[in-house]
Nanobody, 124 residues
């Protein structure tokens, strides 16, 4: 699987951005996708994730009510709508795909693929 992010940029506090993550390749193996972010000097953290089947979502407390994760399965694309952005949202945002590969009826393995990251800067 290959992941390509887009949509980052510079925005003023209170503004909005929408990130996109297009997946290609063996997308049938993806069972969940998510957005993570990493600010300078900090560890990478989960922002939100979404299950491919059923579409259940999960959000970090810091973005709950401001960010919305969604997925268009037909286009193999995931989105992150970010509203009411704050300076503390400034970070590199990474797209993640969690995949499960079934080898036999009794053996499977899971792994993660990451995008290259897109910079989001919230500043006046």
């Amino acid at each position: 699987v290959q992941l390509v992010e887009s949509g980052g940029g510079l925005v003023q506090p209170g503004g909005s951005l929408r990130l996109s993550c297009a997946a290609s390749g063996s997308t049938a193996s993806i069972n969940a996708m998510g957005w993570y972010r990493q600010a300078p000097g900090k560890e990478r953290e989960l922002v939100a994730d979404i299950a491919v089947s059923g579409g259940s979502t999960n959000y970090a407390d810091s973005v709950l009510g401001r960010f919305t994760i969604s997925r268009d399965n037909a286009k193999n694309t995931m989105y992150l709508q970010m509203n009411s952005l704050k300076p503390e949202d400034t970070a590199v945002y990474y797209c993640n795909a969690h995949q499960r590969v079934v080898v036999t009826s009794t053996f499977s393995y899971e792994y993660d693929t990451w995008g290259q990251g897109t910079q989001v800067t919230v500043s006046s």
